[in-house]
């Protein structure tokens, strides 16, 4: 580098392996302690030299991967997924001008519009960046480049097309629901690659009190199903069902996808949702997607990700999110498009959040008190 006070960057440090070769992370901590970096030895060259000046910086994609000593000495910044406009703009002045130079295509050889570009963005990707975006239109511009060769000096790119040179779509966007449902609920997901949502379904069927829980759930999101059930037996007459009934049913929780491991406990309150609509027989309004945690108590504890969340809920169509009263002050990470496109409710009790999503909920005296809800239970129950 020429200089003793460079800038070092260690790129996806999230990504260290562990073998019987040695630990990575062992050095690196090394590296990264000012206490120890000012004789750092390297152990190839077998001479030491002093990190202490330089500037040190790593890249991750989880946060939580990286391991904890390592993580302990580091200060973290957040950068945010783009949000979909900023990757059509990325796409449009960077992305795709980059990938036609590179492809020895002319300005005037491909020309693609906004739609064949959403349908790339959403069909084909999923990601917080623009990575795998970039290598789609590479692929895009290799196929055009094809066909200039061939002699067509212009190639207008269409749905059409991108189907037959890329094949079928990848990533299908589901659509929110556009009725009533009874024990379905809409939740909301972080993950690594975006926010995402996260259909919970219960059904409830004649049995002996047990539990099933199915989707690959994670240990924290099978206490957190665990923790719903108990809630709603313990409320059971202010639902409308008999207490006794727990007994004489099987409840079973599913969320689809069941190839993806799921974890966290953000999902409670959906859960809690789909299974007092499962029993009670009300159904869980149109349009409406939540998440937060749940206790034994009823109260809805707050959760991560929030940003992401909210733009998971705006692709898929949702209206209305209710959200954590304790997250209130977290949305002013949250772009304002994305604030004018959703109603937010916040609550912060289970009362709340079942009053605000079921059909017909009011709550009363401290308890949901639910319209013909022997009605409800008496098709699980009898």
Known sequence: AGTVNPLLLFDEIDKLAYDVHGDPAAAML????????NSFTDHFLELPYDLS??????????ADRIPGPLRDRMELIEVPSYLFDEKMEIARRHLLPRQMEKNGLKRT????????????IEGYTREAGVRQLERVLGSVCRKAACEVVEGRQRVQLSLARI????????YRQEPAAAEERIGAVTGLAWTPVGGETLEIEVSAMPGKGHLQLTGQLGDVMQESARAALTYVRAHAAALGVEPDCFDKIDVHIHV?????????????????????????GVPVRAGLAMTGEITLRGHVLPIGGLRE???AAVRAGITTVLLPGKN???????????????????VNEARDVLEHALAQSPVQDGGAV???GEAGHAAVCH
């Open 370 to 372: 639910l319209p013909d």
């Open 309 to 311: 969340k909210l733009l």
């Open 109 to 120: 050889n491909l020309r693609v519009d906004d739609r064949c570009l959403m349908r790339l």
């Open 328 to 346: 209130r002050d977290s949305l002013h990470d949250v772009p304002q498009q994305v604030l004018d496109a959703l109603r937010i409710t916040f």
């Open 30 to 37: 090394e590296v990264l302690d000012s206490a120890q970096n």
């Open 256 to 280: 689809p996808e069941g190839a993806v491991p799921k974890d966290g406990p953000s999902a409670g309150i959906a859960m809690m949702t789909a299974l007092a609509s499962a029993l009670s």
């Open 163 to 170: 189907t037959e040179w890329l094949g079928p779509v990848k």
């Open 53 to 62: 000046q330089c500037l040190l910086m790593t890249t991750a994609n989880d």
